[in-house]
T-cell receptor, first 112, second 113 residues
């Protein structure tokens, strides 16, 4: 069966520091991968999605970037964090079409 | 631009009562998803609705999709406290399904004994 792993679960980082959040999917090949952000008490905002290695589509201009170095690995990065980057970050995978979207357990990032 | 609107955004109800959450979306789509989120947790998939007239039921929850009206409903029957959570509807973007989901703002549901 397919599983999705996200880490770390919580992270406290100072303003101006770099960020790297990792997401991996097991038990499948060539999934579509997604990064979402959820501010406290709000809905989910799509940040990036990828349909293959090295293929990244960005939805919202910001100081975040994403990379997909391997088929089942998706990384969210920042060179310099802002206070406004504090949020709950969720990774998801899907096969597209009529298949479901499965979410990881999330990373709660606090920038101080 | 696809927009998804849920209402109500907040709902407090008593156990044993019935209620419906509504999800309207702005552009044509035949793929709609319902998720549940508990405080501090990730999203749990409830229903995937893939065609006009689709109806799915799980326990006290039933979801339906009317693509012509661009409306989905999540109906709660004889609510129990364990159903307290935030419920999100989401609509697939694009035609191929790879573009991800656009979410509503969520309905925060509190069920009181």
């Amino acid at each position: 069966s397919q599983t999705i792993h996200q880490w770390p679960a919580t992270l406290v980082q100072p303003v101006g520091s770099p960020l790297s959040l990792e997401c991996t999917v097991e038990g499948t090949s060539n999934p579509n991968l997604y990064w979402y952000r959820q501010a406290a008490g709000r809905g989910l905002q799509l940040l990036f999605y990828s349909v293959g290695i090295g293929q990244i589509s960005s939805e919202v201009p910001q100081n975040l970037s994403a990379s997909r170095p391997q088929d089942r690995q998706f990384i969210l990065s920042s060179k310099k964090l802002l206070l406004s980057d504090s949020s709950f970050y969720l990774c998801a995978w899907s096969f597209g079409g009529g298949s479901g979207y499965t979410f990881g357990s999330g990373t709660r990032l606090t920038v101080v | 631009e696809l927009k998804v609107e849920q209402n109500p955004l907040f709902l407090s109800m008593q156990e044993g009562k019935n209620y419906t959450i509504y999800c309207n979306y702005s552009t044509t789509s035949d793929r709609l998803y319902w998720y549940r989120q508990d405080p501090g947790k990730s999203l749990e998939s409830l229903f995937v609705l893939l065609s006009n007239g689709a109806v799915k039921q799980e326990g006290r929850l039933m979801a339906s999709l009317d693509t012509k009206a661009r409306l989905s409903t999540l109906h709660i029957t004889a609510a129990v406290h364990d159903l307290s959570a935030t419920y999100f509807c989401a609509v697939a973007r694009g035609g191929g399904g790879a573009d991800g989901l656009t979410f509503g703002k969520g309905t925060h549901l509190i069920i009181q004994p």
